[in-house]
DNA sequence: ACTGGATCCTGACTGC
DNA sequence: TGCAGTCAGGATCCAG
């Protein structure tokens, strides 16, 4: 479900209710998520504050006094702050009991492709986050970068943009929404990008997710941030999901395939 | 090393 | 109504 500007949509709306709260209790209803939540999580958060949430990538980071906690929400998670009597939904798989905010932190996950591990002493040297590329929206990442990257690739531009050993964040909806963006079909071999390009393509690719980072992020079925409000990026994807209707720039009827196992979406005669 | 395919899981939707 | 098939914001593991 979510990708980079959802995740960040949720870190952003609850910093303000849990930041420099407690946690007092912690309920997990159901712990097989991509791997096992746990077992000692509530025994070891218990009493301690959060004192910072961070994101690396798609990854929500929240910094407690002596541990960090690593929370994917995969393809269908969210996690929001609730009231405390607020009655529990199939799905809603944990809780983050912050007593004194009076709030409660709710992971809800349909498909429980999500995770929630500890970090352990080195965030940064955890398995999951080590190998994570660039993030998109950092300075680092530019067309200078990206041509360099895609040197002697020649895996589909679409697949190298979605591999979170490159470029962190984008995932099926804004890969699609930033080649439009950049006149550039999804099965060019990134390594044919040429530099001119290249710089086109990162411009798109920045564009694309502050652009949806300012709508709170899209929503197509049941996507919320933190206090439970639906994006509304989702009303501005130009290619995504419009298959057969025409396109917005020359109005070609905007085509579907498969690519890696996921649909892809594209104008056959803007995106070359 | 790089690349593509299969896989984890539930729910919504389509067509017979 | 039921049932089978397909598809969905992700990422990892495996074989070639």
Same mark, same amino acid.
């Given at each position: 479900m979510p990708e980079l500007p959802e995740v960040e949509t949720t870190r952003r709306s609850l910093v303000a209710d849990f930041s420099g709260a407690r946690v007092d209790?912690? !309920? !997990?209803?159901?712990?097989?998520?991509?791997? /096992?939540v746990p077992a000692d999580l509530g025994q070891r958060l218990c009493g301690q504050t959060l004192q910072?949430? *961070?994101?690396?990538?798609?990854?929500l980071l929240l910094g407690f006094d002596r541990?960090?906690? =690593?929370? +994917?929400? $995969?393809?269908?998670?969210?996690?929001?702050?609730?009231?405390?009597?607020? #009655? !529990? @939904?199939?799905?809603?798989? =944990?809780?983050?009991?912050? $007593? &004194?905010?009076?709030?409660?932190?709710?992971? +809800?996950? /349909?498909?429980?492709?999500?995770?929630? !591990?500890?970090?352990?002493?080195?965030p940064e040297?955890? /398995?999951?986050? *080590?190998?994570?590329?660039? %993030? #998109?929206?950092?300075?680092?990442?530019?067309?200078?970068?990206?041509?360099? &990257?895609?040197?002697?690739r020649r895996t589909p531009l679409k697949q190298f943009?979605?591999? /979170? *050993?490159?470029?962190?964040? =984008? $995932?099926? =909806?804004?890969?699609? %929404?930033?080649?439009? @963006?950049a006149?550039?079909?999804?099965?060019r071999e990134a390594g044919k990008l040429t530099r001119r390009t290249a710089d086109a393509l990162c411009a798109a690719i920045r564009e694309t997710l502050q652009e949806a980072l300012d709508s709170g992020g899209s929503t197509l079925r049941d996507y919320v941030n933190g206090s439970g409000a639906p994006g509304e990026f989702q009303l501005q994807l130009r290619v995504y999901g419009r298959t057969g209707e025409p396109c917005l720039r020359c109005g070609t009827p905007i085509r579907q395939m498969r690519q890696a196992q996921r649909s892809t979406f594209w104008c056959p005669r803007c995106q070359r």
């Open positions: 209790a912690v !309920v !997990v209803r159901d712990s097989r998520l991509r791997q /096992p910072v949430l *961070g994101r690396r990538a798609k990854y541990d960090t906690l =690593i929370v +994917h929400l $995969g393809m269908s998670g969210s996690l929001r702050g609730v009231a405390p009597d607020t #009655p !529990v @939904r199939k799905h809603d798989h =944990i809780d983050l009991v912050f $007593g &004194a905010a009076g709030q409660v932190l709710r992971y +809800h996950d /349909p498909r429980r492709f999500g995770l929630m !591990v500890w970090a352990g002493e080195r040297q955890h /398995p999951l986050l *080590g190998a994570l590329g660039l %993030e #998109p929206l950092a300075d680092g990442f530019t067309g200078d970068w990206l041509w360099r &990257a895609t040197r002697a943009l979605m591999d /979170p *050993g490159q470029v962190v964040g =984008i $995932g099926n =909806i804004y890969a699609a %929404e930033a080649l439009f @963006r006149g550039l079909s999804p099965l």
